[in-house]
């Protein structure tokens, strides 16, 4: 214990001697507290407190004893837990066909893990009234169904369940290709079938990281607001119900009420899923893989588990070609007679949400990158008092659902000292803060793989803190930094809880609009709108990784 307490202190005076190192600790701090812990700070300040700054659980307790409300609680706890289990299981169906299956297309799996990071958070909401709703193609035009119902709860599970599996599908795929080949031909050559060796080998070493995307699943589904708002219907989230309540019903203390159960069950699962299930993996105790897997090619496994991942992949393809298709029709349901009119629209009345969100993703994109670098730095790096708690805090914005974030913006920034809402800065501090934690998580990944003797050694050449980092430490993790960019392009541009917040005359966003288009019936322009966001970014990202192959980066690793 002494011995701890004495290193800590020689860092610390190590740090204290380097006055950029020093600056650059306090003002990640102070940003920190800025914009994660204050805005967190304001919602629970407004549900905790009267408007005399008395303390109170009045609001709270209120909201939890509307029966309403507590209706609403039992639908985001049940919808988080069913598209949990459905999106792990078919994730894990992807990720062991990936690594274990022998088969061709395997690089569909990765589109379609992309498609929803690139899309509107909503898209397959859209895509499901275009084709299930009551003027569907599906149930009005091939069935003739006048009063079909998408809407709910069976709605909103299948568009989860769709657009969430990939989480569970990378989280589990990479694992699976860790287990070393050699332990399940020593089982196969002791007789073991197949089945057993899934359930004595290959089960019980990737169990953790089936707990793992679970927890990641059930956190993105209880905090989800756009696909709440398009398909939810009557079936309300708590996401949703905290958005309506505060600016549908102006019942500010009601909806901060209802952010802090939100915030305390995303905060919960977070901590559960990073300090409890993260860290147990019993994969890597075995090492890298003594040699490549002989790949199952017996039929009867790899026909049934084929036809799933081809059936899926080419519904969810359907999906998404929907969108670019549903913006060239006259009108959706009626007459699908082509048209460029939508494009018209958007072009003549619309640019200003599109050129509002490219302009303000690509200023967040450098920030949100170089942020990123800096927290991993000082995170794998450096030993100084705090450590832990930038590490949890700049990890903590990930948790946050969206919701609670864009209303805890609103309640800080909306008074003296710092005056931001309705302007462009404070949208992009919240592009910022909501894309940084994977940025940081990557840098830490790539820091841990570089032995730091590399970078004392330029210290002992008499390099400062800061020439440290841009000559050497940045060179090293080039290709964590670039993803870290790409990543935060890629969020900001299609980022809607948090922003919607946010959005003012002066600003609006893309997801908002298409949003709105949606809410009135006017798919086409919603189409329109979806389909142009998704080549922007296509395009931004192609030309991000044309240029870095240029200058000799890997951007293989940009996909990851």
């Known amino acids: 214990m002494k011995d701890r307490f004495r290193n800590s202190v020689y860092e610390m005076k190590k740090i204290l001697r380097d006055p950029i190192l020093t600056a650059t600790i306090v003002l990640t701090m102070i940003s920190l507290v800025l914009f994660i812990l204050w805005p967190i700070y304001d919602v629970l300040k407004e549900s905790f407190l009267e408007n005399d700054g008395s303390f109170t659980l009045r609001y709270l307790i209120g909201a939890i004893k509307d029966a309403e409300n507590q209706k609403v609680l039992i639908n ?10 459905l999106s792990t299981i078919v994730g894990f169906i992807f990720a062991y066909a990936d690594a274990f299956i022998k088969f061709k297309f395997k690089g569909l799996f990765n589109i379609i893990a992309i498609l929803p990071i690139i899309s509107p958070p909503f898209a397959l909401s859209m895509s499901f009234i275009m084709l299930f709703g009551q003027r569907g193609f599906i149930t009005y035009k091939l069935l003739g169904l006048q009063n079909a119902n998408i809407y709910g709860f069976a709605g909103l599970v299948l568009v989860q369940t769709l657009t969430f599996f990939p989480i ?8 699976l290709k860790q287990i070393d080949p050699s332990f399940e031909e020593a089982a196969r050559n002791l007789g073991a079938s197949r089945k057993d060796v899934f359930k004595t080998i290959v089960f019980p070493l990737v169990r953790p990281g089936i707990a793992n995307a679970f927890l990641l699943v059930f956190i993105q589904s209880v905090a989800d607001f756009g696909n709440g708002m398009v398909i939810g219907g009557n079936f309300t989230t708590l996401a949703v119900k905290t958005y309506l309540q505060a600016m549908g019903n102006y019942d500010i ?7 802090t159960v939100l915030l305390t069950i995303s905060i919960v699962m977070f901590v559960l899923q990073k300090y409890w299930v993260g860290n147990k993996s019993y994969v890597t105790v075995t090492g890298k893989p003594s040699r ?48 460029l009119k939508h494009y018209s629209y958007v072009t003549s009345l619309g640019m200003k949400p599109i050129l509002d969100t490219t302009y303000l993703s690509l200023i967040s994109m450098p920030i949100t990158g170089l942020l990123g670098m800096i927290i991993a730095f000082l995170i794998v790096r450096k030993r100084f008092i705090g450590r832990g708690a930038v590490e949890f805090v700049s990890m903590l914005s990930m948790a946050i659902p969206g919701t609670v974030i864009g209303m805890g913006y609103v309640l800080a920034y909306n008074t003296k000292p710092l005056v931001l809402t309705g302007t462009a800065t404070i949208i992009v501090i919240a592009f910022v803060f909501r894309s940084m934690p994977v940025g940081i998580r990557s840098g830490v990944a790539s820091l841990q793989q570089i032995d730091p003797a590399i970078e004392e050694a330029a210290q002992d050449l008499g390099a400062n803190s800061y020439k440290v980092f841009t000559s050497v430490t940045i060179p090293l993790i080039k290709s964590a ?6 990543y935060s392009f890629v969020r900001s541009m299609t980022a809607v809880s948090a922003v919607i917040f946010l959005i003012s005359a002066k600003y609006n966003l893309l997801t908002t609009s298409i949003m709105s288009q949606v809410d009135v019936g006017r798919y086409g322009i919603a189409a329109a709108y979806s389909t142009i966001l998704i080549v922007i970014v296509v395009v931004v990202v192609g030309v991000m990784k044309l240029l870095l192959s240029k200058i000799g980066i890997n951007t293989s690793e940009l996909n990851s």
């Open 76 to 85: 985001t706890l049940m919808l988080g837990t069913v598209v949990g289990i």
């Open 168 to 175: 569970a599908y990378l989280v589990l795929v990479g694992l």
């Open 253 to 259: 203390k009601g909806g901060t009420a209802l952010a």
């Open 292 to 339: 490549e897997r002989n790949l199952i090619e017996d039929k009867v496994i790899k026909i049934p588990i084929q036809t799933i991942c081809f059936l899926i992949s080419a519904f969810i393809i359907l999906l998404y070609i929907l969108i670019p298709y549903g913006s060239v029709v006259n009108l959706w349901g009626i007459d699908y007679g082509f048209t």
């Open 481 to 486: 930094f670039f993803s870290g960019l790409v």
